[in-house]
C-alpha cells in the first residue's frame, strides 16, 4: 500500500477507509482514459471474515499454535513456517498487519478493523499478494471465516446500492443431477445477460460489478462477491465520500444478511410440561431446491463429493441422519438427508463457522442450484 501506518494513527474507521479510497482516485482524465476494469492497476479490497474469537494482536500465537499442533494441516504449517506476520495497534478496533515473504524480500500491509463479532481486513495490494498472504491467513486459522451470502442475498445487497447499475457478472451452474451433471461459467456485462444465465440454465452470480453514478455521470467502479470480498476499482476525484459510504454500507449489509442465515441461538430453552417438554430457538438450515422432486441418490452423492473430505468425520444414526465432526471448526453438527432437500440442525456447541462452510461446499462443489432458509423452530414432544 501507499500509506503508511502513522497515516492512519488517531483516524476511526471511516477515515481509514477515506485515506485507501485516495489510493483509487482518478482524476477526470485518468477516469475517462480507464475504458475497461481489471489489469494490473491496484484496487481497494474489503474482506468481511466472521471469527469465533479474538484474534486481533493473536495472530502471531495463533500461527504459532497452529505450527505446534500435530493435527495442522501440512500446507497450514508450511505457510506459517515460511512468512512473518507483524501486527502494530492503531487503536483499540484497529490494527496494522504485515505480513513479509522472506523468499520474495517482499512485505505486504493490511489493515485489520474490528466490528462486533465480525472483523473488515482492508489492503490495496495487488490481488496476486492479497491471495498468497492475507486469504491464506483467514483460511488456515480456524478462527476466521469469510462471510458467505447466497446468489439471491448477493443481487439484493447489490441492488440496494443507490445511484448504481449492474456493469458486469459472473455466474456458475453446476449440479449433480444425474441426467444433466455438468458444470456452467458465464461472464456477461448487461443486467439482461445476468437475467438470462439465470432463466436458460440457471446459472445463479457469484460476483457483480457496479457503476454507481454521481452528480450524474459514472463516478465509481466496484464489485462483490458472494465470498465476502468486496472491492473499489476507480473512484473519480470529488466522489471519495460517497465512495466510502458505499464501501462501508454495502459491508454492513453482508454481515447482516450473512447472520441472517447461519447465526446460531445458543440460548436454547428447554421447557418441561406434563405432557412432555419443548426446545425453544432449535435452530436448522435447510438447502432446497423448489423445482426439484427427487433424488435418488443423494445421500451416496453427498457422502462421496462433501463428507469424503479431510475435513469431516461422520457418524450414522438410520439411513439418512449424520452426526457430522468439522475437524477444521471442532464442531457437530447433524445432517438429514430428506431427500430431495438437506437440512442441518445444529447442536449444543455448533456456530455459524461450521453451518456456513457446510453450506458454501455443497453450493460451490455440490450443487449450485440449491437455495437455503434458517428456521427458529419450536419442538414439542
Not at 506459517?80 to 483499540?92: G, L, M, P
Not at 447499475?165 to 461472464?187: D, M, N, P
Request: hydrophobic content about 30%; overall charge negative.
Amino acid at each position: 500500500m501507499d500509506i503508511k501506518k502513522e497515516e492512519i494513527e488517531g483516524k476511526d474507521v471511516r477515515g481509514v477507509v477515506r485515506e485507501l479510497i485516495d489510493e483509487v482516485t482518478k482524476t477526470e482524465k485518468e477516469a475517462k482514459e480507464k475504458s475497461t476494469r481489471g489489469g494490473k492497476s491496484p484496487d481497494l479490497k474489503l474482506y468481511v471474515v466472521d471469527t469465533s474469537e479474538e484474534v486481533l494482536g493473536q495472530l502471531n500465537d495463533l500461527a504459532t499454535s497452529i505450527i505446534d499442533s500435530d493435527s495442522s494441516k501440512k500446507a497450514a504449517k508450511n505457510f506459517f513456517n515460511s512468512h512473518i506476520i507483524s501486527e502494530y495497534k492503531i487503536s483499540s478496533d484497529i490494527w496494522w498487519v504485515e505480513i513479509k515473504t522472506p523468499r520474495y524480500e517482499r512485505t505486504d500491509d493490511f489493515i485489520f478493523v474490528k466490528r462486533d463479532d465480525s472483523i473488515w481486513i482492508l489492503t490495496t495490494e495487488l490481488k496476486d499478494w492479497a491471495e498468497d498472504t492475507v486469504e491464506n491467513i483467514i483460511k488456515y486459522m480456524p478462527q476466521m471465516e469469510r462471510v458467505y451470502l447466497t446468489s439471491d442475498d448477493l443481487e439484493d445487497v447489490m441492488d440496494s446500492i443507490i445511484d448504481s447499475e449492474v456493469s458486469g457478472f459472473t455466474a456458475k451452474y453446476r449440479s449433480q443431477h444425474q441426467e444433466r451433471a455438468a458444470t456452467l461459467r458465464f461472464h456477461g456485462a448487461e443486467p439482461d445477460d445476468m437475467k438470462k444465465a439465470e432463466e436458460h440454465f440457471q446459472a445463479t452470480p457469484t460476483r457483480i460489478e457496479f457503476n454507481q453514478r454521481n452528480s450524474p455521470s459514472t463516478a465509481i467502479q466496484g464489485s462483490g462477491s458472494n465470498d465476502g470480498i468486496l472491492t473499489v476499482e476507480s473512484v473519480r476525484l470529488g466522489s471519495e465520500g460517497k465512495a466510502t459510504d458505499t464501501l462501508l454500507d454495502t459491508s454492513k449489509d453482508f454481515i447482516l444478511v450473512d447472520s441472517k442465515r447461519y447465526e446460531v441461538n445458543t440460548d436454547s430453552k428447554v421447557r418441561f410440561f406434563e405432557s412432555g417438554f419443548s426446545i425453544d430457538e432449535f435452530t436448522s438450515i435447510e438447502l432446497y431446491d423448489p423445482e426439484r422432486e427427487s433424488a435418488e441418490n443423494l445421500r451416496e452423492e453427498i457422502k462421496s463429493e462433501i463428507l469424503s473430505k479431510n475435513q469431516y468425520q461422520y457418524g450414522r444414526w438410520g439411513e439418512n441422519t449424520f452426526f457430522i465432526h468439522d475437524k477444521n471448526h471442532g464442531e457437530i453438527f447433524e445432517l438429514g438427508i430428506e431427500s430431495p432437500e438437506l437440512v442441518l440442525h445444529a447442536r449444543e456447541a455448533t456456530t455459524a463457522l461450521s453451518l456456513r462452510s457446510f453450506c458454501k461446499s455443497v453450493l460451490d462443489e455440490f450443487d449450485s442450484t440449491y437455495s437455503i432458509r434458517k428456521k427458529e423452530t419450536e419442538v414439542t414432544l
